[in-house]
């Protein structure tokens, strides 16, 4: 049976329906100041990665003043944080808000996916920090549907110019961190940087069905999209 709506006005009233209640089943939190390119048709983002940081060890402070360095020269729309940022050995939350700090005291927006090592060592599961890290100042980061693997899974758009159309999309996958098989884990024939998990089939059908959505509010044009996440793809 054909269930398509037989006008195309209504095809397209439908089409934008689906994809904000898309959207918005990407979102926990309050919709964000808009994000838009410059009149120049430019957006810049700063990408940090594997910082390993924790306040008590002796060079926390370089960390910071390179980051400080690195804001100030480029002075970026967007800082995007992908993983293994935070990997103290106890309180990572408080160490995310001092982290973070250097970047929403210049009132620059932010977003981050975790890696495998940032709730190793302390006991705080990956929903409880990015829970956390969704809230703080600047942060653009939300936990996604709790339906798909991993936690931080979501989407952010970045505006045109001269309106609040979408002109590009971002989107944000949690890697994980270990596999959940055991046999993989303890696998001897698997090297070892094969020990780490992956993005699984439902993220990816997730991502499909967003892009896809998008592309159809567009009229079928293809979105211009980056993806972040921090363990490569094999």
């Not at 089939?201 to 997730?206: F, M, N, S």
Request: glycine fraction near 4%; proline fraction near 7%; charge should be negative.
């Amino acid at each position: 049976m054909n269930t398509l709506p037989a006008k195309p006005d209504n095809f397209r009233m439908a089409t934008t329906l689906c994809l904000t209640i898309l959207l918005a089943a990407c979102c926990a939190v309050a919709a964000p100041p808009t994000m838009r390119f410059d009149a120049q048709g430019k957006f810049k983002i700063v990408q940090f990665t594997d910082t390993h940081w924790d306040s008590a060890q002796e060079k926390a402070a370089e960390t910071l003043d390179v980051i400080d360095t690195v804001l100030d020269a480029e002075k970026p729309d967007l800082v995007v944080l992908t993983g293994d940022i935070v990997t103290p050995e106890r309180d990572p939350l408080a160490d995310w808000r001092r982290l973070t700090a250097r970047i929403s005291g210049r009132k620059i927006p932010w977003a981050a996916v975790l890696g495998n090592h940032d709730d190793e060592k302390h006991g705080t599961s990956r929903r409880e920090i990015v829970k956390y890290v969704a809230t703080l100042p600047g942060s653009l980061t939300q936990e996604g549907p709790e339906s798909l693997g991993g936690t931080g899974n979501y989407v952010v758009t970045i505006a045109h110019n001269d309106s609040d159309a979408p002109a590009c999309v971002l989107y944000f996958l949690d890697s994980r961190a270990y596999p959940r098989v055991e046999a993989i884990r303890q696998c001897k024939e698997i090297p070892r940087h094969n020990h780490y998990d992956w993005i699984s089939l439902d993220q990816i059908t997730w991502y499909r069905e967003t892009s896809r959505a998008l592309r159809a509010a567009r009229d079928g044009t293809p979105m211009p999209a980056l993806a972040f996440f921090h363990i490569p793809l094999h």
